[in-house]
């Protein structure tokens, strides 16, 4: 575990914060590792709290979650949602986002975990914890992950409650399906940055959709924007309504991201990510507000009452 | 809070090989200790034997006729047809041809052709043999698969859809999922979150 | 399993064919495939027969096979179709009633709907086993894995194939 081994060397005082290079390291090797188990995943919100229970089989980048009937094969940038809905989508993406300079990692010291040899990782940003992980020593995996929000509250969780170091079924496993290619669009229709996310790529999405990715080098989002509105109740039946800055969001919680829907300017926007609560609402200062006509309409507006 | 599983595979597995007759004795002792008094375990190896059963008794399919290699009575077939072959082989070809519609074919065929050679002035005819005529042989036909579609139409048939003013929406939140999902595994942040998947909640 | 005869390219096409073929249909739903196969197969047994030195020969064909599927496969680039048995094929077996042959017809429909639904390598790891009859050990040959891994796809591919299928409790 050559990573872990050279952050717990570089931070001799606890709590002192290595580069964000080797956070990116950790990631990369995270996803790398091989590892199966049983996961529970919740995310908490205002009180409210979703909560899943996946198994999940992981090895070479490539991850089989599944949950009762559904089943997904996940990783590298592709996806193939097994049942229903049938989905097989392959995304030729632009490079890895560097992780933004605002991240530290600290080490704690080796204990145990789940029977297994473990070490706590703790990941501040501008010197705020966001996230605590307990990592698997032998295999890199996170067994245990907590994210933060701006007060301190646990926003999310994750913990393997079984877990094993090696994902068998998905040994030699030479992936045969026929995916559809995403391939990046050369202009966007949404700003480059929105709160501290920067806009990686653009994709031609569903239904006449475009879907703008943005990331800060750790957590992620798709915004979508559907030509025409949007009656947001068809779509998100389980919705909640969010007032942010007197606009008015929807928002729906899923156990392991939060989804926000609007319709602005003609259009409709969902976005989805696992960003904490926090980020998101810096972020949806720099998008399209609810109900925001576009410039002309305002001006005439404006002009003629 | 369960620990580390006991075993290294889910019981499931087990049962799974079992029923394969793939476990050693020992293997196999196992299963019945874990199926011993445990309602749950029984009911789980009889959903795999469930599973295991509907595949096993799915129809075998009968190869089209026309696909296996034709003529494999070869150049027999002309000695056939030509009183050229001893009795034993006479019987070989003969058991054979009633069972096989191909054959049958090219010995009609064959017949047919020899039978017009020996009908051009000039040529040697013989006894003529005709044998009955067997069912016109079996064509491959471009079949027509009604009722499904592949990813590339079933995308297709969902922008169709969405196009134009629909009374429900164009989109839906687990397609917009999946999309997000995919292009988020490719980042390195992806492996310390689980990927979005509709499950139970409280 | 060793022969120790080679057999002939007739008694290969003779024993072998309808397994080979109902792999692929199995495989692919699709009989046009599944014609393709055997014929390729075929030629390659045919073309590889003179090389062949006797070992299990029942692991060289399925190796053989399963290589034949896969270039299709990359080639045409095609996804494969879920298509319902059609009237070209006549199960084998005594004839039922009528109820129970539309019974029998619909429920195997929904299981190759549901094995194409899987991912490749788990639905030709059950279909080498229960449709084509292999052994562990002779999977494993014919793919070149672990029998660990051979046991642990089939398990997985039988799980989520009943997931897959509507199955009364």
Known sequence: MAILGSLVAASALAGTPAVADELNEYLEEADQATYSGRRLVATTWDGLERMGVVDVEQLGGMAMVSSGHTYIMVGDGKVHAIGSPEAALSYVHESAAPVNHGYGVAMGEIGTHLGRSAAVMEITENGMLRMRLVVDVETSAPLHTEVFDDEGNVFRYSTMMEFSASAPALDDYEDEGEYRMMVPLDEALVPDEAGRYGLIDVYGGPADAQQAFYSDGLFTFSLFAIEGTTNIEDVAANGSAWNLDGFEYTRVLAPAEVWVLWNAQGSTYALVGDLPPDHLEDVLVDLPRPGQRNWFSRMWAKLFG | MAGVSPLSFPREELFSAFLDGELSAGEAELVDELLDGDDEAIDEFRRIQQVQRALRTLPELEVPGWLLPSGHLGELLSAYLDGELSAAEQRQVSDHVVDCAQCRGELHDLDGARIAIRSLPGVDTGQLDRITPPPSPHRRSRIAVAGSIGIAAAVALFFALSLGSQPEPAFSLDDLGNHHIARASAEPGFAVFPPAIEVSGP | ????????????????????????????????????????????????????????????????????????????????????????????????????????????????????????????????????????????????????TVRSRIHRGRKMLRDLLTWPV
């Not at chain 3, 084998?92 to 009528?98: H, K, N, Q």
């Not at chain 3, 059950?126 to 494993?140: K, P, S």
Request: proline share 6%.
């Open chain 3, 1 to 148: 399993m060793v022969d120790e005869i080679t057999p002939s390219w007739e008694d290969v096409a003779q024993r072998y064919g309808r397994k080979i073929y109902n792999f692929a249909y199995r495989l692919t739903g699709n009989p046009d495939d599944a014609a393709d196969l055997v014929q390729e197969v075929l030629l390659r047994v045919r073309k590889g027969l003179s090389g062949y030195s006797p070992g299990s020969f029942e692991g060289w064909l399925w190796r053989i096979t399963r290589n034949a599927f896969l270039d299709g496969v990359r080639r045409q680039n095609r996804r494969p179709e879920s298509a319902l048995p059609d009237g070209d094929h006549h199960a084998l077996g005594s004839s039922p009633s009528p109820d129970e042959v539309l019974a029998s017809v619909r429920l195997s429909d929904d299981v190759q709907a549901a094995l194409l639904k899987l991912p490749y390598a788990f639905r030709e790891a059950v279909v080498l086993c229960d449709v084509v009859g292999l052994t562990y050990d002779e999977i494993a040959d014919a793919t070149d894995i672990p029998v660990g």
